[in-house]
C-alpha cells in the first residue's frame, strides 16, 4: 500500500529563516507526487506535480523536489503569509487513488 | 468564478438523521472525489466518479452513498448519521491523465458536518 510520511509535524520559523520541508514516501511505479498549501478553514490548494526523480518546480518563495524516495519543500525567505499547512500526496501508475501525507504546519513570526 | 463549490459550508445534525453534501465543478473535469478529513487533518479518500461511474469505493460504511447525475456534480448523502462521522468533508475534481500525465486534483472549500 502506498505511503506517505512528513516531517516535521510542525515547523516554526522567523520571517526571513529559510527551511526545508520533507516527504518520504513508498509507492509501487510513481506516477506523480503532489504538495498543496492548505490554509485554515479552506480546501488544498494546488502547488507542483512532480513527475520523476531530480524534477524541480520553482513557485514565488517556494522550490519543490524529488528523489526517489523522498521529496523536498523549500523555503526561502519565507513571510508570514506562508504560513500553512503543507501537504504532500502521491499517486502510483495505473491507479486513481491519490495518498496524502498527515502534512506539516508552518507558522512564519514576523 | 469557483471552480469546485460545495453546499452546505456547515453542516450541525442530531445522531441518526440523514443528511447530503452537494458538489460542483466549473472546470470540465471528468472526475470527481469525496475526502473526509478527520480532527487531526489528514485527507483520506472515500469515492470517486468518473464520468458517472463510480471508480474508487474506500473502505467505507454503506450509510454512505453518493450519487453523480453528471459529470460536473457529486452529491454525498449519508443515512443515520453517528458521532463518528464528524469531520470535513471535502470535494475535488481533476481531469483523467492521458500517458504520463497525471490527474492533479482541485478541491472545493470543504463542509464541516457536526454530529451531536
Known amino acids: 500500500e502506498d505511503q506517505v510520511t512528513q516531517s516535521p509535524e510542525a515547523l516554526r520559523l522567523q520571517e526571513g529563516e529559510s527551511s526545508s520541508l520533507n516527504c518520504s514516501y513508498t509507492?509501487?511505479?510513481?506516477?506523480?507526487l503532489f504538495w498543496y498549501r492548505q490554509d485554515p478553514g479552506k480546501g488544498p490548494e494546488f502547488l507542483f506535480t512532480?513527475?520523476?526523480a531530480g524534477e524541480e518546480k520553482e513557485k514565488e518563495r517556494l522550490k519543490a523536489t524529488l528523489t526517489k524516495k523522498e521529496s523536498f519543500l523549500h523555503i526561502t525567505a519565507p513571510k508570514p503569509e506562508d504560513s500553512a499547512t503543507y501537504l504532500c500526496?502521491?499517486?502510483?501508475?495505473?491507479?486513481?487513488?491519490?495518498?496524502f501525507g498527515t502534512g506539516t504546519k508552518l507558522q512564519v513570526i514576523p | 468564478d469557483t471552480a469546485v463549490s460545495q453546499t452546505p459550508k456547515y453542516l450541525v445534525t442530531q445522531m441518526g438523521n440523514d443528511k447530503s453534501i452537494k458538489c460542483e465543478q466549473n472546470?470540465?473535469?471528468?472526475?470527481m472525489y469525496w475526502y473526509k478529513q478527520d480532527s487531526k487533518k489528514f485527507l483520506k479518500i472515500m469515492f470517486s466518479?468518473?464520468?458517472?461511474?463510480?471508480?474508487i469505493n474506500e473502505t467505507v460504511p454503506n450509510r454512505f452513498s453518493p450519487k453523480s447525475p453528471d459529470k460536473a456534480h457529486l452529491n454525498l448523502h449519508i443515512n443515520s448519521l453517528e458521532l463518528g462521522d464528524s469531520a470535513v468533508y471535502f470535494c475535488?475534481?481533476?481531469?483523467?491523465?492521458?500517458?504520463?500525465?497525471?490527474?492533479?486534483?482541485?478541491f472545493g472549500p470543504g463542509t464541516r458536518l457536526t454530529v451531536l
Open positions: 475535488a475534481s481533476s481531469q483523467r491523465g492521458v500517458g504520463v500525465s497525471t490527474d492533479t486534483q482541485y
Open positions: 466518479y468518473n464520468n458517472k461511474e463510480l471508480i
Open positions: 509507492v509501487s511505479g510513481l506516477r506523480g
Open positions: 472546470l470540465g473535469h471528468d472526475t
Open positions: 512532480l513527475y520523476s
Open positions: 500526496a502521491v499517486q502510483a501508475k495505473g491507479y486513481q487513488k491519490v495518498t
